[in-house]
């Protein structure tokens, strides 16, 4: 005979620990399935093994997708001081380290150590390393899964299975198809917050600057970030560049300035006449001197300030403040913090998180259509749509 429960969790990860313990504490009888052995693993690789659980200023506009609105409702709901609230519950020590961005002091395990006490406060039963084989719609409602311990049933379903980075801890495409078999739709998916890979040519010139990190301001597509970028073997890196991934397409630009906070020509009109090397003066604002000197060279610029002809000086400072460069790719979701795109939000109440068509199925965290920036917003994502949805399963 099958197993029988309120609420079945599809993935112990962020949203899915959220979520089965607001289900249990409000008087759900819950099973959270996951086919990893160990709880969230995600959260324990986070932030440097310092999980960035939060961001004070999250905020609607810090997240893509194809409905800009759709976190709105769940924010709401539970946002970032709620879940500070939580944290503090705990005892667990924490610091803003920049933007917004809250980390704790000692280790990520705390914050799974957490959501696993409110999940055994909430009588959450916990099945690891199970694979399911089948999920279908109850005869009697709700739903069935087929898994290697056997069949569960359930009212309703909650999948929290995450996106495709990090395969090799457990990511799997596994939400997606649920979506797909029930009818929900799912948007294109891509890594997202990811290194950019150089074209051969930008390689070979900017190979050797590989650990060269420059405050920049970024933009592609609708992004705008000021930020570090870093020079990498196979391309661009950084919070600048792992920021902005999330909106570059294949084919698009990247434009960075690398003056923000100059005025390049005024700069160099100062020093026309002089004797000074120009990688010197851009030195002395700041650019690592290897990284002045290949980058004058791949703009053929010429070596003294007095070589400038007034039409080259106009020329470089608008490189300065408008340098184009084609990523021809992205290092993918081996290398990728999460997903870009998902089940979409059309298909999903953004109050509960859940699907529109099919009463007790919801859809909560990355394996939405949903999208944070870096700094905390993702996780800020996976408790806001977690919470909503157990409060409602
Ligand atoms: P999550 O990935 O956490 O959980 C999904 C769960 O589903 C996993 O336990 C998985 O094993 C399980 N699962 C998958 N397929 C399954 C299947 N077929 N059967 C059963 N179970 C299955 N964000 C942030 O805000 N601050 C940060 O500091 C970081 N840092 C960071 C570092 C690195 C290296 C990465 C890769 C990512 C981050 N992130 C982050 C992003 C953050 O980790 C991510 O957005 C959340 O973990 C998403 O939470 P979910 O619960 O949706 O998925």
């Not at 099973?31 to 932030?47: P, T, Y």
């Not at 905020?59 to 500070?84: I, K, M, T, V, W």
């Not at 005869?139 to 395969?167: H, K, Y």
């Not at 998916?189 to 040519?201: E, Q």
């Amino acid at each position: 005979m099958n197993k029988s429960f309120d609420v079945i969790v599809l993935g112990a990860g962020a949203a899915g620990m959220m979520c089965a313990a607001v289900a249990g504490q409000n008087g759900r009888q819950v099973l959270l399935l996951d086919h990893a052995e160990k709880l969230a693993e995600k959260i324990r690789i986070s932030g440097g093994g310092r999980c960035n659980f939060t961001n004070n200023a999250a905020r609607p506009e810090c997240y893509l997708s194809e409905n800009a609105h759709f976190c709105r409702s769940a924010l709401a709901q539970f946002g970032p001081r709620d879940f500070l609230a939580l944290v503090e519950k705990h005892g667990i020590a924490y610091h803003e380290k920049k933007l917004g961005q809250l980390f704790c002091d000692d280790s990520s395990q705390q914050i799974i150590d957490m959501l696993d006490a409110e999940c055994t406060q909430g009588g959450v039963e916990r099945r690891m390393g199970v694979t399911v084989k089948t999920v279908s719609s109850g005869a009697a409602g709700g739903f069935v899964l087929d898994t290697s311990l056997g069949c569960f049933e359930a009212r309703s379903l909650v999948v929290a299975t995450g996106g495709l980075s990090i395969p090799q801890i457990g990511a799997s495409p596994l939400g997606y198809r649920i979506a797909e078999q029930f009818g929900l739709p799912v948007t294109g998916l891509s890594p997202a917050l990811v290194p950019l890979t150089f074209h051969v040519d930008d390689a070979a010139a900017f190979a050797p600057l590989a650990g060269v990190s420059l405050d920049v301001e970024v933009r592609a597509g609708k992004g705008r970030f000021r930020e570090q970028v870093l020079f990498t073997h196979k391309g661009l890196s950084g919070p600048a560049i792992l920021q902005i991934s999330s909106y570059w397409e294949p084919g698009m630009e990247v434009v960075l300035n690398l003056l923000p906070d100059c005025d390049a020509l005024a700069f160099l009109e100062e020093r026309q006449g002089s004797e000074q090397l120009l990688s010197n003066a851009l030195a002395e604002l700041g650019w690592p001197k290897r990284f002045a000197e290949a980058w004058l060279a791949r703009q053929g610029c010429p070596v003294r300030l007095k070589e400038l002809t007034p039409k080259k000086r106009l020329q470089l400072a608008e490189q300065l403040h408008h340098w184009r460069i084609k990523p021809n790719g992205t290092q993918g979701y081996k290398k990728a913090e999460v997903t870009r795109g998902g089940v979409s939000t059309k298909a999903l109440s953004s109050k509960t998180m859940e699907a529109r068509e099919v009463p007790g199925l919801y859809f909560i965290g990355e394996v939405v259509d949903v999208t944070g920036w870096l700094g905390g917003y993702n996780f800020q994502w996976a408790w806001s749509s977690g919470y909503v949805a157990g409060k409602n399963c």
